[in-house]
Antibody
Framework: QLQLQESGPGLMKPSETLSLTCTVS??????????WGWIRQSPGKGLEWIGG???????YYSTSLKSRVTISVDTSKKQIALRLSSVTAADTAIYYC???????????WGQGTLVTVSS | QSVLTQPPSVSGAPGQRVTISCTGS?????????VHWYEQLPGTAPKLLIY???NRPSGVADRFSGSKSGTSASLAITGLQAEDEADYYC???????????FGGGTKLTVL
């Protein structure tokens, strides 16, 4: 059974760079049919797609976050990384990593990690 | 303001049928992109409920069904059960934004 696990700092200060890692187990990260994405959910709010990556290195970013986001993949470690620069309180959210197909259905999700940005 | 519009809440009694609408535009649902639906129980990650407009992943009860027409899509739940109380989200691709978009979510209350 494929499992995804996010990890990273729970608390950050404004203007810092957020770094999160998603570790994949129980399956391959290099399947050609799938992409790996990051989605976030602000407290009490809906879901927002941040971006995604294919194991080959092709990257896709939300237009609203593109200037601050970098997503990378390390196939040897079976990890997907997210970096979000210049965070503010508006970036406080639960961050999920998930696998998705070319049609966009996110079929496997991590449990999510809460990131709080506060001075 | 979400690109895909869902009602904030719906409710129904056990055993009843409820539907949740998802209204988009010509740059997403109306452009022919697939619609997917997710169920999010309190304190948990979203779970894929319907993919490709009307397909259920293995393990999802056939009480759940999806449909799509024009610039809108719907999720129907029949034989409502207490365990169905959750938030439901639709999702599609938007060509104007060049990315995946979600609806604002609908909270289902089982009376």
């Amino acid at each position: 059974q494929l499992q995804l696990q996010e990890s990273g700092p729970g608390l950050m200060k404004p203007s810092e760079t957020l770094s999160l890692t998603c570790t994949v187990s129980g399956g391959s990260i290099s399947g050609s049919s799938y992409y790996w994405g990051w989605i976030r959910q602000s407290p009490g709010k809906g879901l927002e797609w941040i971006g995604g990556i294919h194991y080959s290195g092709s990257k896709y970013y939300s237009t609203s976050l593109k200037s601050r986001v970098t997503i990378s993949v390390d196939t040897s470690k079976k990890q997907i990384a997210l970096r979000l620069s210049s965070v503010t309180a508006a970036d406080t959210a639960i961050y999920y990593c998930a696998r998705y197909s070319a049609d966009g259905d996110f079929d496997y999700w991590g449990q999510g990690t809460l990131v709080t940005v506060s001075s | 303001q979400s690109v895909l519009t869902q009602p904030p809440s719906v409710s129904g009694a056990p055993g009843q049928r409820v539907t949740i609408s998802c209204t988009g535009s010509s740059s997403n649902i109306g452009a022919g992109y697939d619609v997917h639906w997710y169920e999010q129980l309190p304190g948990t990650a979203p779970k894929l409920l319907i993919y490709g407009n009307n397909n259920r992943p293995s393990g999802v009860a056939d009480r759940f069904s999806g449909s799509k027409s024009g610039t809108s899509a719907s999720l129907a739940i029949t034989g409502l059960q207490a365990e169905d109380e959750a938030d439901y989200y639709c999702q599609s691709y938007d060509s104007s934004l060049s990315g995946w978009v979600f609806g604002g979510g609908t909270k289902l209350t089982v009376l």
